[in-house]
């Protein structure tokens, strides 16, 4: 199972990091993508990590911005989340997926597991 944590209500420009924890699977053997989902949307790729390798992706929307985590010492994948904006608004999910290249990292179809979102809400 996986679990995300640490949404919250911050200001436009503001810093907000969140936490992906696992259980019942070895978190390494598989990756782990960020994904959030606005009211009306659909929901997109954030942010990709394949701990054992370090291979990670970024969306342009957050490149730059984002920047994902292994802490080892929890046991989680945490997307620290800097200089957010309004249009940073949804709910962030976290979920996993086997495989090492990456490809088509964005696509929810390809995770086999998801865990319960957090509401990351950016206003003044």
């Known amino acids: 199972q996986l679990q995300a944590s640490g949404g919250g209500l911050v200001q436009p420009g503001g810093s907000l990091r969140l936490s992906c924890a696992g259980s019942?699977?070895?978190?390494?053997?598989?990756?782990i993508g960020w994904f959030r989902q606005a009211p009306g949307k659909e929901r997109e790729g954030v942010a990709y990590l394949k701990s054992s390798t370090g291979l990670t992706f970024y969306s342009a929307a957050v490149k730059g911005r984002f920047a994902l985590f292994r802490d080892s010492a929890k046991d989680t994948v945490d997307p620290q989340m800097n200089n957010l904006k309004p249009e940073d608004t949804a709910v962030y999910y976290c979920a996993r997926r086997l495989g090492s290249r990456g490809s088509s990292w964005y696509l929810p179809l390809t995770y086999d597991s998801w865990g319960r979102g957090t509401q990351v809400t950016v206003s003044s």
């Open positions: 019942g699977f070895t978190f390494d053997d598989y990756a």
